[in-house]
């Protein structure tokens, strides 16, 4: 928790406000007495009764300024310790937890796992506050046409459709809660105009200003355009997100989406309007895709699933022509 947080976490407890208000009106008080007492020594002389017990509270006026700068001193101080006493909590806190989850996994399991392991599983997987619910990815394969109407025979466009729901497992809203997207640059300049960003929904549609901006909060890789949007997710709520780009790819190539979420339930599909195409999918992921919709190598395909995917799996789809000799394989498992 920065410094900043600490001070509006103070600012909801009726101490910070009675210890500010005090202080303010001390100071408030004191200067307008002394004001009042500068203007009345003057317009009736420093010889009159009243001037000479006007002069006489100087002490009590310094005395109620003084107090109302050491109250606003004591506020500081008072956020300031406050907010170290939470930092040592937080990570005394983490510590504790990091020590249960080492406990609790030598319990259930019957043995203790490497440090690096259980940190990994539990940071990546037990530690999700956030969690998406369904992930839909959708991919329509078509030729690119020069101007003469003939297919170009390197490479193929591929329209993208994202939709997933997002959902806080929590009791407590999640603030800035990260939701990143990119995709890969052009091979080819002369297919620039081609890749291109649709339409970004993050509960409603964003603006091509707000598009923009999520451009500018991350920077690209070599390879690859990418964006960045932080939302806060209330309490057990939900939010629906739809991204839809082409891409322009190799004729023979593949492409891996990875989840940095925890995803419940994944839907994969595919439309081939490519008649010279033949190609695949398969999941990074210990289960392999059913398939439930297809047949052959042109049209829709879908395959689904249902087992939970853990952060940074991910589901590859390969294609290439018919006549090519198979260089590319379904992955290889290592031990």
Not at 5 to 13: A, G, I, N, T
Not at 43 to 68: A, I, K, Q, Y
Not at 139 to 163: A, E, Q, R, T
Request: aromatic residues 10%; charged residues 25%.
């Amino acid at each position: 928790m920065n410094f900043f947080s600490s001070v509006k976490e103070e600012m909801k407890h009726i101490r910070f406000w009675l210890m500010l208000s005090f202080g303010l009106l001390l100071i408030l008080m004191s200067t307008s007495i002394e004001a009042y007492r500068i203007s009345e020594s003057r317009s009736l002389g420093e010889d009159t009764g009243l001037s000479m017990w006007f002069m006489s509270g100087t002490v009590v006026v310094g005395f109620m300024r003084e107090l109302g700068f050491a109250s606003l001193i004591a506020l500081l101080i008072v956020v300031f310790v406050e907010h170290e006493s939470r930092q040592r909590q937080e990570e005394a806190a983490n510590r504790m937890i990091n020590d249960v989850s080492q406990s609790v996994f030598a319990a259930v399991l019957g043995k203790r796992l490497p440090k690096s392991l259980t940190d990994e599983t539990f940071f990546t997987v037990l530690d999700c506050s956030i969690i998406r619910e369904y992930l839909r990815l959708n991919l329509i394969f078509d030729d690119i046409i020069d101007d003469s109407g003939l297919v170009i025979d390197d490479f193929v466009k591929i329209h993208v459709s994202n939709i997933f729901t997002i959902k806080n497992y929590t009791d407590s809203t999640v603030k800035n809660h990260e939701i990143r997207m990119g995709y890969p640059k052009t091979p080819s300049e002369k297919y620039k105009s081609i890749v291109e960003l649709h339409e970004v929904c993050i509960g409603s549609p964003l603006t091509p200003d707000a598009i923009k901006k999520g451009y500018d909060n991350i920077a690209d890789r070599e390879d690859m355009l990418r964006y960045l949007w932080r939302r806060d997710i209330p309490a057990k709520g939900s939010l629906e997100v739809r991204v839809s780009y082409t891409l322009v790819k190799e004729r023979s190539s593949n492409e891996v989406w990875r989840t940095l979420l925890p995803t419940l339930y994944t839907q994969f599909d595919i439309t081939m309007n490519c008649r010279d195409l033949e190609f695949g999918a398969h999941a990074l992921h210990r289960t392999e895709l059913e398939k439930t919709t297809g047949q052959g190598n042109t049209g829709f395909h879908s395959w689904n699933l249902a087992t939970a995917m853990l952060p940074h799996q991910a589901i590859l789809v390969w294609w290439r022509p018919m006549a090519e000799k198979k260089l590319l394989a379904p992955p290889i498992e290592a031990a």
